[in-house]
């Protein structure tokens, strides 16, 4: 209930600033040919595997596919992950 009421009055992103994210994420998807739908199932995948071991602050995981300069001076394309634990999980 209380995220219900945070979410209710909480502050919202400018629209300005969410439309600058779309946008960013459309030219970076264009660069490295990475359809959205792929980098949001892979998205959804890496949080699986990560929710068995640990507890992660979903609302800030950051997962971008980019493009960097490999050892042999090609252009490849990169994923990035900012993955905020709030704890581990115990395993037996």
Same mark, same amino acid.
């Given at each position: 209930? %209380?995220?219900?009421?945070?979410?209710?009055?909480?502050?919202? *992103?400018? *629209?300005?600033?969410?439309?600058? &994210?779309?946008?960013?994420?459309?030219?970076?998807?264009?660069?490295?040919?990475?359809?959205?739908d792929?980098?949001? %199932?892979?998205?959804?995948?890496? %949080?699986?595997?990560?929710?068995k071991? %640990? &507890?992660?602050?979903?609302?800030?995981?950051?997962?971008?596919?980019?493009?960097?300069?490999?050892?042999? @001076?090609?252009?490849? *394309?990169?994923?990035?992950? @900012?993955? *905020?634990?709030?704890?581990?999980?115990?395993?037996?």
């Amino acid at each position: 209930m %209380m995220e219900w009421l945070s979410n209710l009055f909480g502050r919202k *992103p400018a *629209p300005a600033s969410i439309a600058r &994210d779309r946008l960013k994420l459309v030219l970076m998807h264009d660069r490295v040919n990475c359809r959205p739908d792929l980098l949001d %199932m892979m998205k959804n995948d890496i %949080m699986k595997v990560l929710l068995k071991y %640990m &507890d992660i602050d979903e609302e800030e995981l950051d997962i971008q596919v980019s493009q960097t300069t490999s050892e042999t @001076n090609e252009i490849v *394309p990169v994923l990035f992950a @900012n993955i *905020p634990i709030k704890n581990m999980r115990k395993q037996n």
